[in-house]
């Protein structure tokens, strides 16, 4: 049986509950955008027609996924509860950071197909030695049909205060999942390994191309190294979010050489492409998530457009050899 894995940047799902220790003020009742819980539930509503539409194209809801801009478990555990995703009996991990916005990475997974074994939230480890603060990596791992595998949901710092300021953020991010990966490796050596998340870096950025080693083609991957299959997306000029009105492919998920169709001698789960055109990887996109053209968003300034995410999914597919 194939199974699609997916990773969906939430936009801002909140609450509507002040937090004093972070800055969400603008999504409360009396904020600025006038968050109110009636706006709140048709967000979920709405987020909850996207994993919906996702499971009727693929036969069935993703295995894991990863989710960023969630405010906390409440708001994960309210989507899981929805009424299209009832299906799905979806568990929901999540971890507090010390992110300003008061927004994490999340993770949802199917009970019945993946056994947990752990999970934590792993801190970036900089090389200046200074404690990161922001987003932490949520890092899970277990079993799927008895073949282990750790997944790495992560959203690496924005580009907002520029490229390269910003930059240094994003490498600590690709070399943090890649040692932590390697460190599970070690302990499981079959383990396959999914990176999934908003990483504001394009394929070919050193973060992900260099210092996580995610190649471009699916051909002579080295052991412990990394395939991006939405490189090949990123160079037909797809994308996931609009950003100085182009598109751009920051959203990615990075498989581990041992899920490749090409690696010899190995069975269990491998990658299968969703087209003839050896795309191992999907966008997932329907014209109800648009709005001219661009991800229709829930707001557009302070107004409410009753959209889903500034941000598309992305896909991948494995089956069992």
């Not at 949520?138 to 710092?157: K, P, Q, S, T």
């Not at 299959?229 to 920051?250: K, M």
């Not at 041992?258 to 003839?276: E, I, M, Y």
Request: charged letters at 25%.
């Amino acid at each position: 049986m194939a199974y699609t894995v997916m990773f969906y940047n939430l936009e801002n799902l909140y609450d509507t509950v002040d937090d004093p220790n972070t800055a969400d003020d603008d999504f409360t009742p009396m904020g600025d955008r006038r968050w109110t819980r009636d706006k709140y539930q048709k967000k979920l509503a709405n987020l909850s027609e996207i994993f919906s539409a996702v499971s009727s194209a693929h036969n069935g809801f993703p295995v894991v996924a990863g989710v960023s801009e969630v405010e906390n478990l409440k708001v994960l555990k309210d989507l899981a509860s929805q009424t299209r995703m009832a299906g799905a009996h979806y568990k929901c991990i999540h971890f507090e950071s010390n992110d300003a916005r008061g927004v994490e990475v999340g993770m949802l997974y199917r009970p019945d197909k993946f056994t947990l074994m752990g999970c934590e939230p792993v801190k970036l480890s900089l090389r200046s030695g200074r404690e990161y603060i922001g987003r932490d990596i949520l890092a899970a791992w277990g079993a799927i049909d008895g073949e282990m595998f750790a997944f790495y949901v992560c959203h690496f710092l924005s580009r907002r205060t520029g490229v390269a300021s910003s930059a240094g953020f994003r490498r600590a991010g690709a070399e943090t999942a890649r040692d932590h990966a390697a460190m599970l490796r070690s302990q499981y050596p079959d383990i396959k390994v999914v990176i999934l998340g908003d990483m504001n870096d394009s394929p070919s950025d050193d973060s992900l191309s260099g210092l996580l080693k995610a190649h471009k083609s699916i051909f002579n991957v080295p052991e412990g190294e990394y395939y991006n299959p939405f490189w090949l997306l990123a160079d037909e000029g797809q994308g996931t979010s609009i950003h100085n009105h182009r598109w751009v492919l920051y959203d990615n998920i990075i498989v581990s050489h041992n899920l490749l169709p090409t690696w010899p001698d190995l069975k269990g789960f491998r990658l299968v492409r969703f087209d003839s055109k050896n795309h191992y990887g999907e966008i997932f996109r329907r014209n109800f998530m648009l709005r001219k053209g661009a991800p229709r968003r829930s707001y557009y300034g302070n107004t409410f457009d009753n959209g889903y995410s500034d941000h598309l999914p992305v896909l991948i597919k494995m089956d069992r050899r």
